[in-house]
């Protein structure tokens, strides 16, 4: 069963294999013997690898081990833990947060905890997986919209059954095209037909918004969505999610969260790396203008040499190919050139919409944009794409 089902993979050029990356994620690693350029990381801060940060986990794993040994309901709440669910609250602005191992644990945790089976789910066609596994998981009646179609979003709210319980979801920013959701105008039809929101902006933590705060504060609304999910294994440069709200909300996820209660604690390491993060953010606010700065050169040069890009927003630069096959080609060609950016396919695109999915930091420096421009330039040639 398994060998067939790999060779049909294999067959569709969809079959994946791991890679491994024998250095820290910075804007160059080292992959296969060669120092390449790195164009797929979502560490947008550089902060994965900032001595701060670094030192910081280091320290915490000398005074509190490298494991929790616990869930956090048991004995594993560790000072680590409270202080980054207290810096985070202060970050976003609110009264409390709670921190999960992953972002993914606390997408399929917290749906369910919101919504039941007596409710309705309406969420982005280009939602993340784990929000999408996250409204299955909930009971609840599921239905899509148009991605940021606002007209079929209404359509799918006036005609639910009235007063049913309704939970609009959706992600800030789009982690494989780089758009951003329309906010203001899903906060407008949330309250015009009296439904909640669910927003996953672990693409846009630390990156959007005056402060970086985030897709809520970029489009400011804060005061209109009292809850969100953010990540601290992006721009925050650790590992594992969050959600941010009222102290009831962050209590009642306390007693609701299925993952919450049964998985362990994240590692003291991580919880301070995120910590000391979160203190970076705010001093060093050049990273920020950086980074986009950064997106800009590249963007602007991708767009010159004729390369067909997505709607992106953000530092997530897709260049869409369509077929699985073309899509593996450039990335190869591209790593025989220096640049590291693999092939996006289905099924986590849909079907004709392969890409190359680039991400830029605020660590790249004009010289490494230059390089792999210079790259994608012969090898869209080569393959005649552009």
């Given at each position: 069963?398994?060998?067939?089902?790999?060779?049909?993979?294999?067959?569709?050029?969809?079959?994946?294999?791991?890679?491994?990356?024998?250095?820290?994620?910075?804007?160059?690693?080292?992959?296969?013997?060669?120092?390449?350029?790195?164009?797929?990381?979502?560490?947008?801060?550089?902060?994965?690898?900032?001595?701060?940060?670094?030192?910081?986990?280091?320290?915490?794993?000398?005074?509190?081990?490298?494991?929790?040994?616990?869930?956090?309901?048991?004995?594993?709440?560790?000072?680590?833990?409270?202080?980054?669910?207290?810096?985070?609250?202060?970050?976003?602005?609110?009264?409390?947060?709670?921190?999960?191992?992953?972002?993914?644990?606390?997408?399929?945790?917290?749906?369910?905890?919101?919504?039941?089976?007596?409710?309705?789910?309406?969420?982005?066609?280009?939602?993340?997986?784990?929000?999408?596994?996250?409204?299955?998981?909930?009971?609840?009646?599921?239905?899509?919209?148009?991605?940021?179609?606002?007209?079929?979003?209404?359509?799918?709210?006036?005609?639910?059954?009235?007063?049913?319980?309704?939970?609009?979801?959706?992600?800030?920013?789009?982690?494989?095209?780089?758009?951003?959701?329309?906010?203001?105008?899903?906060?407008?039809?949330?309250?015009?037909?009296?439904?909640a929101v669910y927003v996953d902006d672990a693409h846009?933590?630390?990156?959007?918004?005056?402060?970086?705060?985030?897709?809520?504060?970029?489009?400011?609304?804060?005061?209109?969505?009292?809850?969100?999910?953010?990540?601290?294994?992006k721009a925050i440069g650790s590992s594992g999610g969050?959600?941010?709200?009222s102290a009831e909300f962050v209590a009642y996820l306390?007693?609701?969260?299925?993952?919450?209660?049964?998985?362990?604690?994240?590692?003291?390491?991580?919880?301070?790396?995120?910590?000391?993060?979160?203190?970076?953010?705010?001093?060093?606010?050049?990273?920020?203008?950086?980074?986009?700065?950064?997106?800009?050169?590249?963007?602007?040069?991708?767009?010159?040499?004729?390369?067909?890009?997505?709607?992106?927003?953000?530092?997530?630069?897709?260049?869409?190919?369509?077929?699985?096959?073309?899509?593996?080609?450039?990335?190869?060609?591209?790593?025989?050139?220096?640049?590291?950016?693999?092939?996006?396919?289905?099924?986590?695109?849909?079907?004709?919409?392969?890409?190359?999915?680039?991400?830029?930091?605020?660590?790249?420096?004009?010289?490494?944009?230059?390089?792999?421009?210079?790259?994608?330039?012969?090898?869209?040639?080569?393959?005649?794409?552009?």
């Amino acid at each position: 069963m398994f060998k067939e089902y790999l060779q049909k993979l294999q067959d569709q050029h969809l079959l994946r294999r791991l890679r491994t990356i024998a250095s820290s994620t910075g804007p160059t690693v080292r992959l296969d013997g060669h120092t390449v350029i790195l164009l797929s990381s979502n560490n947008y801060l550089g902060l994965a690898t900032h001595p701060a940060v670094v030192e910081a986990a280091v320290e915490a794993t000398r005074q509190y081990g490298a494991g929790s040994g616990a869930s956090r309901l048991v004995c594993g709440t560790l000072t680590p833990h409270e202080e980054l669910e207290t810096a985070l609250a202060r970050f976003n602005d609110t009264e409390a947060t709670l921190t999960f191992a992953a972002g993914y644990l606390a997408n399929i945790s917290a749906v369910p905890a919101l919504i039941g089976k007596d409710g309705l789910i309406l969420a982005d066609r280009l939602c993340h997986a784990s929000l999408i596994d996250g409204c299955r998981l909930s009971g609840a009646t599921f239905r899509v919209y148009h991605h940021r179609d606002m007209n079929h979003l209404e359509q799918l709210l006036t005609r639910r059954t009235s007063n049913k319980p309704t939970l609009i979801v959706t992600d800030g920013v789009f982690s494989m095209d780089g758009d951003i959701a329309p906010m203001r105008d899903i906060a407008l039809l949330a309250e015009r037909y009296g439904a909640a929101v669910y927003v996953d902006d672990a693409h846009g933590t630390g990156i959007l918004g005056e402060t970086g705060r985030g897709t809520l504060e970029h489009c400011d609304v804060e005061t209109r969505i009292p809850y969100h999910m953010g990540t601290l294994s992006k721009a925050i440069g650790s590992s594992g999610g969050y959600l941010a709200g009222s102290a009831e909300f962050v209590a009642y996820l306390v007693n609701t969260c299925r993952a919450f209660t049964y998985t362990t604690a994240p590692t003291p390491a991580a919880a301070a790396a995120a910590t000391a993060a979160l203190r970076v953010i705010r001093q060093e606010p050049e990273r920020r203008a950086r980074l986009w700065r950064n997106r800009h050169r590249l963007a602007q040069g991708l767009s010159g040499l004729g390369f067909r890009l997505a709607a992106s927003e953000s530092p997530i630069l897709p260049v869409i190919v369509g077929d699985p096959d073309r899509a593996m080609n450039l990335a190869h060609t591209l790593l025989s050139l220096g640049v590291y950016a693999p092939a996006i396919r289905p099924p986590t695109v849909p079907a004709s919409t392969s890409r190359i999915r680039f991400t830029i930091t605020a660590d790249h420096t004009d010289e490494h944009i230059d390089q792999a421009l210079t790259a994608l330039a012969q090898a869209g040639r080569t393959l005649n794409m552009i």
